[in-house]
């Protein structure tokens, strides 16, 4: 409930951008549905999640709105994952996992937390037009995610491995939403 909450303040926020923000130069323009088009190449699970995340969005726009709304929207995932992982974890009381699992869970909080920082860096790099970094810093992010999924494999099954495999996908949304920008 909360993920849909702060999922429409960021849309939002995003017609606030949009309504102040200029376009970017050699950003190409279309609707949403074609931009997730793009990504029919990859997995269908991929492109309904490109549908679904852009399912607010406007049905026409740079596609730097597209994947603006699909990195804050992965960003605010990985927040909203760390705040569970915590619960998980038992908060101060210890741990209710066995060992290995809350090591695990431990692990993902820190690749979550970095990859976090990575997408608040592509945001602003999209905001402020400037693509130089963009690529790598999707790319660093989705490292760190699958570095967090990876710690998982023993617990595939398990709730926090299925949160931790929709946060995934999302980052390759945004990844391959931004790679029509800056190329994969």
Not at 50 to 59: D, F, I, V, W
Not at 95 to 110: D, R, S
Request: glycine fraction near 10%; charge should be negative; proline fraction near 2%.
């Amino acid at each position: 409930m909360t993920f849909v909450i702060t999922a429409a303040v960021v849309l939002v926020s995003l017609a606030g951008m949009l309504i102040a923000g200029e376009a970017c130069d050699n950003v190409p323009t279309m609707a949403s549905a074609d931009a997730c088009l793009t990504l029919s190449n990859t997995t269908e699970r991929w492109h309904a999640l490109c549908r679904e995340t852009l399912l607010n969005a406007p049905a026409t726009a740079e596609v730097t709105v597209y994947a603006l709304v699909a990195t804050r929207l992965a960003k605010l995932w990985y927040t909203d994952a760390v705040g569970q992982m915590d619960q998980m974890l038992g908060g101060t009381g210890g741990t209710k996992l066995p060992t290995g699992e809350a090591a695990a869970l431990e692990h993902c909080k820190e690749k979550y937390g970095e990859a976090g920082r990575l997408m608040a860096g592509v945001v602003e790099r999209l905001l402020a037009c400037d693509m130089s970094r963009v690529r790598q810093e999707y790319i660093d992010a989705q490292v760190a995610v699958g570095s967090c999924q990876d710690g998982l494999w023993a617990y595939r099954g398990s709730p926090v491995s299925d949160m931790v495999s929709a946060g995934f996908d999302l980052t390759m949304v945004a990844y391959l939403l931004g790679g029509i920008i800056v190329g994969r």
